[in-house]
């Protein structure tokens, strides 16, 4: 099975966790790409605003998921799907 419209973003510090999640997911057909820290997680979705799903580690070498998660949702909103609202 392939979803070519999911493309997931891994925010994960750990290389080695990185790879494996990522293997895991691209194995089962997804579109997925992957950064060592918040900021890199920022930058990302600053040039690929196509991101569909966040995996998120909570603890970063630079913030914490829930600090990462308030500055996406400021910077860039949240789209509700069922109506394409911005959060």
Do not use: H
Request: glycine share 6%.
């Amino acid at each position: 099975m392939n979803f070519p419209d999911l493309d997931i973003l891994i925010v994960e510090y750990s290389d080695e966790m990185l790879w494996s999640f990522a293997n895991i997911l691209e194995q089962a057909g997804f579109k997925v790409d992957g950064v060592l820290s918040g900021a890199s997680a920022l930058d990302y979705m600053q040039k690929n605003q196509n991101v569909k799903l966040l995996i998120i580690n909570n603890v970063l070498p630079d913030m914490g998921a829930l600090s990462l998660m308030k500055k996406i949702k400021r910077r860039f909103g949240i789209v509700d799907p069922k109506n394409k609202t911005v959060c």
